[in-house]
Structures are given as structure tokens and as C-alpha cells.
């Protein structure tokens, strides 16, 4: 799986709860920076010194003969190096940059204060066979650094439900879902894509309706259809790397209750695209657009493509390592970047 690919457990794809935009982007990147720590089914037993980690090593701190144990040291000071961190009341501390929590061009920072708030509030009810959890999404989070990053604290109850994979889980594009303009669309998203090997698929308006959180709102389901089916199908159509079409609504007497959607892939959308196309067409285009190089910097570029061909594969795969790291929001200054890059790369003076 790339890194611009993100697993989830799939009762958090069908979970019920009802977030901002804001709060899903929030969301999307606490579910990346928890990648490594994703328990599968073929790893449950297995050496617990990758995935497990988090879970085993909680119960040795809380006892104390181990707490001097050397191999949860190492544990802890590897999981620090990745932004996440453990208390000994058993909460996971996810860090994060605050620039990377908003969208391309946005400078809205208050909205993630917002979002923070509301995360803090949304209430969880978790069920066992032995119990029931009344949690929230995340317990506590803060600006440190002057405000550069956001830690946020998880709970040992509700961790997880981000982490558990073993039971069946969501697969999906982490820029096209961190990019989308509207809160119903990525929950959509995320649905289709668990399904994206069916060529059809059934959706029963109660049972999105439960999983939005809709409350009172668009009843009917010709409210239903207009303000949230179909500018979800509009917005994915144009960006996604999966998109439905309606095929026939699905009745219950005369009453529509659902509709049966056909499923329709492609390779690329426009929010993922590989940075380099086929064609030397492209190359001033993509290096202009995506990589904020100049016309003249472009223009050179393709020349010494034209020169040796043989470079554009090797340089295709520099832009696509840039491309996953302007993705992850760890680059300032895109162009200036891409300019260093090409240059110590290939000897090409810009």
C-alpha cells in the first residue's frame, strides 16, 4: 500500500456520527499518522513488537516490575520519533502539524480550533460483551510550539476502533478524501471505496440517514436525493477515483427507500494524478502547475528531456516522492524544493 493510500476499520467508514469538514479532515490525518500501529488479522499473535505495540505495551506500563523493561523503552522513544506518544492512564497522544490539517489554499486556521472543539464533544457509545463505553472521538487536544502543532489525545477505549483492521476494513485515496468539499461527500466516499470491487451496490436511505446523523433533516427522500445524493455524485464524478451512477430507485410499495447505484472507477482523479504524464506535452504543464516551478524552469527541464530521454523515468519517479510529500503537507516551499531536487538529481542548473 503507497502513502497516499489510508486504511480504516470499517466500523468507523459506517459508524454514526455527524462532524464538520473540518472535523473529517482532523479525522483523516489522525487516521494517518495511527498507519503503522493497524492490527490485521494475519498479525493478531504474531511478535507484538510492530502493531500490538501500542495495546501490549500499555499493560506492561501499568505494571510497575515492568516498567523499567528495556524493550518498551525503545518502543516508546520509536513511537515519539513517529508524533505519537502514550500516558499511563493509557490515552495515545497523536501530534500533528496545524498546516496540514487544512485543505490547498486555505489559511482558515480557525476553523480547526472549531472542529477540535466539536471532535471534543462528539459522544461515542462503545458495546461489549461485558460492558458499555460512553466515550468521544478524541478526549483533549492542544496547540504547542506556538501553535504549529495540535496533539491530541485518543482514548484507550476508543483506540481500537482506529486500529482494529482484523474485522474487515475501508481502503481509500488520502488526498482525494482530505480534498473534498463537503462532509457527506467523504462519508460516501468511504463507503463506496470498502465496496469498490462490486459493480453495484444497494444504499437504504434509513441506513445512510443513521450513519450521517441527520436528524430531522431531508426526510424525503426526494430532499434526500437532491441535497445529498446528487451533489455527492456531481463532486465525486469530477474528482474521485470513484464516483456511482444511479441506476433504478428501489421501492417499498410506492415509497422509495433507496436506490441501486452502479460503481464506476478510474485509474486517476484530478486531486490524484501521477506527476508526469507520457507525453513531453504535459511535462511544462505539470512541473508549472503542480511542482510551482516557472515557464523558463519548466522549459529547461523539458529540453535536457529531449536531449536524454532516458532521464524521464527517474524523473518521473523524484516528482511522485515530491508529490506524496506535498500530499502529507511536509513541504513549505513547493517550487523551491523541486528546484533543489532536480538540480542535486540531475545536474541541471535552474
Keep these: ?34 498507519q503503522p500501529y493497524l492490527i490485521s488479522k494475519s498479525e493478531l499473535g504474531k511478535d507484538p513488537s510492530k502493531n500490538q505495540r501500542l495495546i501490549l505495551k500499555m499493560r506492561s506500563l501499568l505494571d510497575e516490575e515492568n516498567q523499567n523493561d528495556s524493550t518498551i523503552k525503545d518502543a516508546l522513544e520509536e513511537m515519539n520519533r513517529m508524533g505519537l506518544a502514550t500516558d499511563l492512564l493509557g490515552d495515545k497522544i497523536v501530534k500533528l502539524e496545524t498546516r496540514s490539517l487544512l485543505p490547498k489554499g486555505s489559511q482558515n486556521y480557525s476553523t480547526i480550533k472549531d472542529a477540535l472543539k466539536e471532535l471534543r464533544k462528539v459522544n461515542v457509545t462503545i458495546k461489549t460483551d461485558k460492558e ?15 501553535n ?18 482484523a474485522k474487515g476494513y475501508t481502503k481509500y485515496s488520502l488526498p482525494v478524501a482530505f480534498e473534498l468539499s463537503s462532509r457527506y461527500t467523504i462519508r460516501l466516499y468511504m ?4 465496496w469498490q470491487d462490486q459493480s453495484n451496490l444497494n444504499i437504504m436511505i434509513d441506513d445512510l440517514r443513521g450513519s450521517l446523523q441527520l436528524g430531522e433533516k431531508y426526510k424525503e427522500s426526494a430532499h434526500f436525493k437532491k441535497f445529498i445524493i446528487l451533489p455527492t455524485q456531481r463532486e465525486l464524478k469530477e474528482k474521485a477515483d470513484i464516483w456511482f451512477e444511479i441506476q433504478e430507485p428501489i421501492k417499498n410499495s410506492r415509497k422509495v427507500t433507496g436506490w441501486k447505484l452502479k460503481i464506476c472507477k478510474r485509474k486517476n482523479s484530478s486531486l490524484l494524478s501521477h506527476p508526469i504524464e507520457n507525453t513531453n506535452k504535459t511535462i511544462i504543464k505539470d512541473l508549472y502547475d503542480k511542482f510551482k516551478l516557472s515557464i523558463r524552469q519548466a522549459k529547461k527541464i523539458e529540453l535536457e528531456v ?9 524523473l518521473a519517479k523524484e516528482l511522485y516522492e515530491i508529490s506524496l510529500r506535498i500530499a502529507n503537507r511536509e513541504i513549505k516551499n513547493v517550487g523551491g524544493y ?13
Design 191 to 194: 463507503m463506496l471505496s470498502h
Design 338 to 350: 523541486t528546484k533543489k531536487v532536480i538540480e542535486q538529481r540531475f545536474g541541471i542548473e535552474l
Design 1 to 34: 500500500m503507497n502513502k497516499l493510500t489510508l486504511k480504516q476499520p470499517y466500523s468507523l467508514t459506517v459508524g454514526n456520527y455527524n462532524v464538520s469538514l473540518a472535523a473529517h479532515r482532523i479525522m483523516i490525518r489522525m487516521i494517518q499518522k495511527l
Design 132 to 146: 458499555v463505553i460512553f466515550t468521544g472521538l478524541i478526549s483533549e487536544a492542544k496547540y504547542l510550539n506556538n
Design 148 to 165: 504549529s502543532i495540535v496533539s491530541i489525545k485518543i482514548s484507550g477505549s476508543i483506540l481500537p476502533h482506529y486500529l482494529m483492521i
Design 306 to 314: 529531449r536531449k536524454n530521454p532516458k532521464i524521464i523515468k527517474q
